[in-house]
């Protein structure tokens, strides 16, 4: 997997985007208000890498809709979603244009998946008895990617060889990158043991607390429902070499139920995932991602200069030890970006607010995308308040 | 006995007489060398804490070049610090956040120590430190924050004095 890339997305009339250009990096990160087309862009990319995986998965199960654009865009995007593709939908990489032609009956046959996408329904993929749905057990209307996420995680978790009675699944000696797993088992899992057990024969995800109660999925906390997928995901990405195709991947949201510590241990997984060689799009509502990309390109150009003080820069980023974290510097390499979905009445337009400059005329990108307005104006009003009512807070002046 | 307690105090000695001598080459003008932190304002004083470094003295910069250059946007203080053989040098503004205006103080006090300050400069081998003790007015918006960031601006609303500073210093 080539690093230090990049890629050319051009999308015209897909949902509120009317046309835009975009370029994907190593990382690239999407942000913006709710509904504004950043989860459709990101499923119609994986569709236009994967068409061909994506139309097999769904014959696998008995379904096709080559001929229907409106049925494969409510099968693929999702229930509501029919009217989706239309004739003008154009897309294309690198200057060659997809047609809605190519994407419904692909020349290829049978190729493997390029994009491992983590949908931010992901905590939907669980069954009560605490075991990922099969791929035939969603509503067709369900989004792809929901399906297709929950397919992967339920076969990887089948193919675990877990005793007779119960398999530690995390934390495990061969599993991730050393600190990592020793930084998410402490801060994020709190000593708690992800493990498969079999009960009657039916296999069941649980954590096990020390004393050794078992939690179902339903007694997880939101953060453990959200986080649990993510990780699993990344265990799929490292299973024995079957998904060798896979180089880019996916993640929405992976700020959902996290405190901003624990959010900031799950973006050093997403920096292992770069310093893999994966090329990984995110979506975002966090201003901590944004804060993550931000260091990073500082820390990058700091390198050029002074790479003992980037890597100092590194450690204090992410609070790791001197001996920890060398492998971090693989990002120095990287090239990344990050657009804003900004709505404009019924339509949305994309700009690029990479460089995050503070100091930048347009509000866009030094808010980023308005991402810290909020705290912003909560300030400006507390400093008015302080002003005007002569309530001057105590700053330990003695 | 008294060899090994005059080693400590002797350094602490060089370590002033060296910083007295940069601030009066550069400033020319004897009386803005204050021993310790008396140069700062007592209100200024409170938000820096020296309990882990000699302090090698301070300069009211503002004061002391406010009849040569009164309409700059001067800079308030200087403050030099040693520890072991390592010596550094902190600049110090006590100013509410606002980064346009900070941004033209560090600027000048950037080139002021370009243009006359050199002997400070050599004496603390390049490194400045610069920090901002933030006052109550104003609001520190995420975004004026950054700002500063990006000026390589520091802010705390007490300034622990270490040398190396804090957060350079080079890790084994």
Known sequence: MSTGTRLRLHVESLALIARATLTLGDLTVFVGPQATGKSLLLQAFKLLLDSAAIQQRFRQYGWAAEDDPRLFAHAYFGEGYADLLSPTTQ???????????????????????????????????????????????????????????????????????????????????????????????????RGTQLTIVREMGQKRLMLEIPGGARLPYLSWSTGQREFIPVLLGSYWLSGRGSHRAVDWIIAEELELGLHPQALADTLLLVLDWLQQGYRVLLSTHSADVLEMVWALSHIRRCAQRDPEQARQGLRLLFDLPPS??????????????VYYFAPLGHRVAIHDISNLDAWDEDPAVAEWGYLTQFADRATRVVALMAESCGEVLAHGEG | MAKASAKPASRAQACQEGFRKAVTQALEDPACYQPGLRALAKGARKHVDATRVHLAGSVALDDCVASREPR??????????????????????????????????????????????RPLLRWARGKVVYYLVP????????????????????????????????????QA
Do not use: M
């Not at chain 1, 493997?112 to 209307?141: C, K, M, N, T």
């Not at chain 1, 920890?324 to 970006?337: R, S």
């Not at chain 2, 609001?139 to 500073?165: D, F, H, M, N």
């Open chain 2, 135 to 170: 006052t109550p007015r104003g609001s520190a918006r995420a975004a004026e924050v950054r700002r500063l960031a990006q000026l390589g601006l520091r802010i705390a609303r007490r300034v622990s004095l270490t040398c190396p500073p804090e957060a350079t210093r080079r």
């Open chain 2, 72 to 117: 700059a946007s001067r800079w308030d203080y200087l403050v030099g610090a040693c520890q072991e053989q390592e010596r550094c040098l902190y600049g110090i503004e006590v100013h509410q956040v606002d980064a346009r205006a900070l941004a033209n103080k560090l600027a000048w006090v950037k080139t002021w120590l370009q243009r006359h300050g």
């Open chain 1, 91 to 189: 897309v294309s990489l690198n200057g060659q244009a997809v047609g809605l032609a190519t994407l419904l009956h692909p020349k290829a046959r049978g190729e493997e998946e390029r994009v491992f996408y983590i949908p931010a329904q992901r905590a939907l993929i669980f069954q009560h008895v605490s075991w990922p749905r099969p791929f035939s057990d969603f509503r067709l209307g369900d989004p792809f990617v929901v399906r297709a996420f929950s397919e992967h995680i339920r076969t990887y978790l089948e193919a675990q060889d877990v005793g007779p009675e119960a398999g530690v699944l995390f934390p495990h000696a061969r599993r991730l990158r050393a600190c990592l797993r020793d930084r998410l088992a402490s801060r994020l899992l």
């Open chain 1, 324 to 337: 920890q974290g060398t492998w971090l510097e693989a990002i120095w390499t990287k090239t990344v970006y």
